[in-house]
């Protein structure tokens, strides 16, 4: 018997508005916002395009992580038992090709010196886990994030407890998320928007 599949369709209205969100925040159509700097940040005060960006438009991928994760608990044991494998190897090979095609591009037509990229372990993470040095960081985070989900959805099987245990664990990757900058300072890391740490509390809310 052909598996259900779970599917709302007002998901897809959702993706396709904050996909112009992305848009519109990358080609800064309220004007340049006002970026925070370490001199000014005394006598920083938003304007309506900070707002309007920092508020609204850069919601979008935090809104596309939950629902990718949202959708992946729903339909989980309605698919075929590879389900999990299946969608990990097809956000791999997206991963591969949209970084290897950002680097590939940057070395031969924009003329790149991407052996910075590689020169020691921590450039090379860095790398890495930003999709090379791209917008593509997305995927690796989302591979990340699914392979949690799924050890998580395994734990929780047999468990009698799963709303507290999921409810103490959404609250503290919150914690992480205020503890970990600073905890990568002192390491000398960096910790900017690509961090899968940023997305972590999105696999316990999606399951909430």
């Known amino acids: 018997m052909a598996s259900q599949k779970t599917y709302f369709f ?16 990358h080609n800064f159509i309220f004007g340049p916002p006002t970026y ?11 304007t309506i395009p900070d707002i309007l960006y920092f508020n609204i438009l850069l919601l979008a991928v935090p809104v596309f992580f939950q629902l990718s994760l949202v959708l992946y608990i729903l339909n989980r044991h309605s698919k ?34 991407i052996n910075e990229f590689f020169l020691n372990f921590n450039e ?4 890495l886990v930003s999709g090379g040095r791209s917008r593509f960081f997305y995927f690796f985070s989302l591979i990340l994030l699914t392979c949690l989900a799924e050890s998580l959805l395994f734990y929780l099987q047999n468990r009698t407890n799963k709303n507290t245990f999921i409810i ?20 000398n890391l960096l910790f900017n928007y690509s961090n899968p740490i940023n997305f972590l509390p999105y696999v316990f809310s999606a399951c909430i």
């Open 36 to 46: 925070f700097h370490y001199n000014t940040i005394n006598n920083f005060f938003p």
């Open 168 to 187: 103490s664990a959404f609250v503290l990757s919150l914690i992480m998320l205020v503890v970990s900058p600073h905890l990568f300072a002192r390491a």
């Open 10 to 25: 007002g998901f897809d209205y959702i993706r396709a508005i904050f996909c112009l969100f992305v848009v519109a925040w």
């Open 124 to 127: 090379t993470m860095k790398t």
């Open 80 to 113: 075929s038992s590879n389900y999990f494998g299946r969608r990990i190897i097809r956000i791999l090979s997206l991963f591969f090709f949209w970084s290897s095609s950002i680097l590939l591009f940057r070395y031969f037509i924009l003329d790149w010196n």
